[in-house]
C-alpha cells in the first residue's frame, strides 16, 4: 500500500483529544538529559500514572484542552528529544497498516498524503521500532 507523509507542523496530533503517550525508560532518560532534570522530577512534573490493575504506565501529561504538556505556541519544547511514539506518527500499528485507517487519518492530519512516499517495507520497520519500545510499567505495592 504505501503512502506518502511530510508532517505539516499543524499540532493536531499534539492536541485536540485525550490520548496517551506513553514512554519508555529510553525515551524518559532523553527527555531528562535534554531538559537537566533527574528521572524522578521529570516524572513528578510531566508524567502521570495509568492504572492498569497491577502495574501503572508512565504517560506525558495533558493539558485540560487535551494538548500535550510540552505544546507550546512554537510547537514541541522538547523536541529533539521527544519520544519515540511521537516521532514516528503516523507509522503505528493499527493506523498505517490499514488503508482505510489512513485514509480516516488524512482527514485530521494534512500532511497525510504528502511529501515523501514510505513504502510498506519502511512503514513495517517504523512499527516495528515502535513495537519494541516498551512503555515503563510500574509495578504496585501490595
Not at 514510505?118 to 510499567?137: A, G, T, V
Request: net charge negative.
Amino acid at each position: 500500500m504505501g503512502f506518502c507523509f511530510s508532517c505539516q507542523r499543524c499540532l493536531h496530533c499534539c492536541s485536540g483529544e485525550p490520548g496517551f503517550v506513553f514512554l519508555s525508560k529510553d525515551d524518559i532518560r532523553r527527555a531528562c538529559v535534554f531538559l537537566d532534570i533527574p528521572q524522578d522530577e521529570f516524572i513528578g512534573i510531566y508524567c502521570r500514572l495509568v492504572d492498569y490493575g497491577t502495574y501503572s504506565m508512565v504517560s506525558l501529561k495533558e493539558r485540560y484542552d487535551y494538548s500535550c504538556i510540552f505544546l507550546n505556541s512554537d510547537g514541541c519544547s522538547i523536541y529533539p528529544a521527544r519520544p519515540l511514539q511521537c516521532r514516528t506518527y503516523p507509522f503505528w500499528r493499527g493506523l498505517a497498516d490499514d488503508e482505510q485507517a489512513v485514509k480516516r487519518e488524512m482527514e485530521n492530519c494534512p500532511g497525510l498524503g504528502k511529501g515523501t512516499f514510505f513504502s510498506d517495507e519502511q512503514i513495517m520497520e517504523m512499527i516495528k521500532e515502535n513495537d519494541f519500545n516498551e512503555p515503563l510499567c510500574i509495578m504496585k505495592k501490595n
